[in-house]
């Protein structure tokens, strides 16, 4: 079992910057990939960026360079820096880990953090 606690969402205004946080359960090093999702209204939920480690960092081509994965090793928790925040960015995020589980590979979700970006 892996729980994941989500923080740091808020509101913030158009050109803003925001981190929200997600923190682990387990030692980071035993997740194959850990990342961040987000769904909007109406809308599927889509990823925004994930570590998987060993291989690389992730990113959706909206980021386009405005966001920053990072991690705390120690504190087994991984931060995405979120800047020049837009309206379209507003939605729930939320913190995904992929666990290699036996014979399977199982993904945990946070229960979500909202980001509005308006003014």
């Known amino acids: 079992q892996v729980q994941l606690v989500e923080s740091g969402g808020g509101l913030v205004q158009p050109g803003g910057s925001l981190r929200v946080s997600c923190a682990a359960s387990?030692?980071?090093?035993?997740?194959?990939?850990i990342g961040w999702y987000r769904q909007a209204p109406g809308k599927d939920r889509e990823l925004v960026a994930t570590?998987?480690?060993?291989?690389?960092?992730n990113y959706a081509a909206f980021v386009k360079g405005r966001f920053t994965l990072s991690r705390d090793n120690a504190k087994n928790t991984v931060y995405l820096q979120m800047n020049s925040l837009q309206p379209e960015d507003t939605a729930v995020y939320y913190c995904?880990?992929?666990?290699?589980?036996?014979?399977?590979?199982?993904?945990?979700w946070g229960q979500g953090t909202q980001v509005t970006v308006s003014s």
């Open positions: 570590f998987t480690f060993g291989v690389r960092t």
């Open positions: 387990v030692s980071i090093f035993n997740i194959r990939a």
């Open positions: 995904s880990a992929e666990k290699v589980e036996g014979p399977s590979i199982r993904r945990y």
